[in-house]
């Protein structure tokens, strides 16, 4: 094109813009993500006990190497910025030079200045910026120049004037934002070797690290290998208790050193492992299966159980071994969670051959709540709560009242508890009342019915059962001081109602002696109190068969005026019987009047109450529909991993609330849906589970399960019966099937009279038009 010009970027203006906003891109998403955030205030837990001490100072201690890696982070976004600072200035640089020529500005002369005085100041700056001169500058020279000749010569003036430049009108240049050098001869051969390195070599192999990483693990980061494990002996023994899943779970592969690189494995091993060993009784350290014989596996399971019963370990050893592992097991126990349900589920199809029982997937359900809050499953609950342990459970224990469980303490009294913790200080009372009333009460309400069905309470052979789980979480403390405060109203308002009676009596009697009660006069009193009653009651009931008879009655006299036409007697006079032939006319008269009054009002009303239904229809309806896009509005948003914070004082890190609910047949020991983990359960969540129903007719109970994986004592089940009915048969007539097919055939009739009155319908073909054409 003429007057257009593309070359390669001399100055570097264009260039430094492709670079500024180059780095623009990087430095923005990286500084947002990858900036180090200020040391926040402990939000945790206040410490209630030595163990709770331990983990909060392991917690607030920094990891090795994160100062480091902090520091790092800062510097190279710090320098990237300066680095984006200085491009932004020299564009400013390069704008101003380009952009804004005034000729008066480079001389440093006024508007109205003469010739002479325009020659004196070219002449005192050509001598500083001379390129022959130490001081001078070769491109501050030739702006100078120009500016000096815009102002001397005419020619140079007049285009200054018109163009704004003393050249006259120049062409389009169009610069590649890439420096020369690039495209020189004798840089070809570097440029190319570093096109290859970065695109050839190093692309490749950064893609191809990513993904022989990545593709070890699942969805969930845990070992393909450990999924096989786990399917393996899963399958070998479908009836697990609860230390074979414990040993199954010390066998994945991510505590062996070969498979994952974090596992440490020490010269001091040797000397603590035997001696720990000889320590835990029921190990199973002689199980010759492999891999549950390997050193890593014997090792995991050895720190899990001094993990369970609570041992303190070298700190520096295996004890940052132990922290490690129970770290790794709420993942790896969901993992084998899934795996159980998956192999069932595959047996229900007839897959595989053996059937995990019910009993394998609560023993592995059951294993995260005992690690995270380190105890064992013959232990007592009461134990999660700060400063009990085996020595102060026997205070809990008594024959009046054996206590058990959390919920169990907070309904008794305060001085009741006080009573119960005598053992402990105050203070001490308080972090034990704190923790208890913070644990979770769950109120669990199911709904089970078949969706998208006409009667979707009657459950068919075959039909697909939808149970909602509706689950709505609150403190312990909140319910139970709600419950103690309504006893407390209750019998202030007893006492106040009890002493007005007592008055109003007092007040009647006369004051005077009193013959002195005998042993029976209570009872006495009592008898007649329920004497009272009872003959209050039957006076009530009395009354209202009363009430009944004359309603009875009215409608007796209602029926009897509407049928007496067609009640007429023959015996008798014969004036007598023309008045009641008379009467009967009468009656006729009016009898038919009064008969269709009756019958506009039943249709009126049957009419208004199918209004109702069917608007109370409708807005059920709409109400399943706004539920639908709720709940795949929740499914698009992704699901959430913060709940509540768990008390768990010996788990290594802060543990978020999780549950699992499902449906199962206690009966036959079966898994009727898999598992779903509820993990955003912070005040209420809604969950669908599915299952299809029996298929032989029949009532079946089955339960809705509840399990916490962070606490103990806090598992809920609710039994729904299904009065299973035979399948219904496939409709072959429906009544408006029938009226498609009448519509239909009056359309036949009426195109066929048509065609016989020689109307040319819409179904005539062109050779039947022709045929009639050609026979006229």
Known sequence: MAGMKFEYDES?????????????????????????????????????????????????????????????????????????????????????????????????????????????????????????KPTGDERKFMRLNKAYLALTDDDARRNFERYGHPDGPGAMHFGIALPSWIVEKENSLWVLGLYG????????????????????????????????????????????????????????????????????????????????????????????????????????????????????????????????????????????????????????????????????????????????????????????????????????????????????????????????????????????????????????????????????????????????????????????????????????EGGDTEADGSSTTTAKKTVGWKPPQKKGAKSKTKTQAQKKKQQQQQQQQQAKEQANKKDEEQEKSKTAKIAAPERVESVGGEDKGGEREREQDTDDDESPSHSDESVAEEADTESHRDDKGGAIDDDAEWERFQKGLTKREKALEGKSKMSHTVHCPYFPDDKQEYWWTYVCDRKKHMLITAPYQITSLVDHEEVQLKFTAPQRPGIYTYQVCLRSDSYLGLDQSVDIKLDVKEAREIPTEHPQWQEFSSEEEEDDDENDAGKDDGVESEFTTDEEVTDDSDGE
């Open 12 to 132: 570097g203006s264009t260039f430094f813009y492709f670079l500024t906003s180059f780095l623009g891109l990087v430095l923005l998403p990286c500084t947002y993500y990858f900036w180090p955030e200020p040391a926040k205030e402990d939000e945790r837990e206040e410490e209630y006990c030595e163990v709770f001490q331990r983990k909060t100072a392991r917690l607030k201690k920094p990891e090795r190497w994160k100062g480091l890696r902090k520091n790092t982070q800062r510097t190279l976004l710090l320098a990237g910025w300066v680095l984006m600072a200085f491009l932004v200035y020299k564009l400013q640089q390069f704008d101003y030079e380009y952009a804004n020529f005034d000729p008066y500005d480079i001389l440093g002369v006024g508007l109205g200045s003469s010739k002479a005085e325009i020659k004196k100041a070219y002449h005192k700056q050509s001598l500083i910026y001379h390129p022959d």
């Open 197 to 492: 390195l970065v695109f050839m070599i190093a692309l490749p192999t950064v893609v191809a690290i990513w993904w022989y990483r990545s593709s070890k693990f699942s969805n969930d980061q845990v070992l393909l290998d450990t999924t096989q494990l786990y399917y393996y002996f899963f399958h070998k023994t479908p009836h697990m208790v609860f230390r074979r899943a414990l040993m199954v779970l010390a066998a994945s592969l991510e505590f062996e050193k070969g498979h994952n690189p974090e596992i440490v494995e020490r010269p001091t091993d040797n000397i603590e492992l035997p001696q720990l060993i000889k320590q835990l009784p029921n190990l199973g350290e002689k199980n010759k299966e492999r891999p549950l014989c390997f050193a890593y596996s014997i090792k995991a399971r050895s720190l899990l159980h001094a993990h369970l019963s609570r041992m303190r370990l070298p700190e520096i050893t295996l004890d940052q071994d132990r922290l490690y592992i129970v770290k790794c097991c709420p993942i790896l126990i969901q993992e084998m969670v899934t795996c159980v349900s998956q192999l069932i589920m595959l047996a229900h199809a007839g897959r595989i051959s053996r059937l995990p029982s019910l009993d394998t997937i609560e023993a592995c359900m059951k294993l995260s709540p005992h690690i995270v809050q380190a105890l064992w499953d013959c232990k007592n609950p009461m134990m999660q709560l700060p400063h009990v342990n085996d020595d102060t459970l026997r205070h809990f224990i008594t024959k009046r009242r054996p206590i058990k469980s959390v919920e169990q303490l907070l309904t008794l009294s305060a001085t009741e508890q006080h009573q119960m913790l005598r053992y402990l200080t105050e203070e001490e009372v308080n972090e034990v009342m704190i923790v208890a009333k913070r644990m979770p009460k769950i109120d669990m309400d199911v709904n089970y019915e078949v969706v998208d069905d006409d009667d979707s309470v009657v459950f068919t052979a075959g039909a697909i059962v939808t149970v909602t789980v509706n689950l709505r979480r609150r403190a312990m403390g909140e319910v139970y001081e709600q419950a103690i405060l309504a006893a407390a109203n209750a019998k202030a």
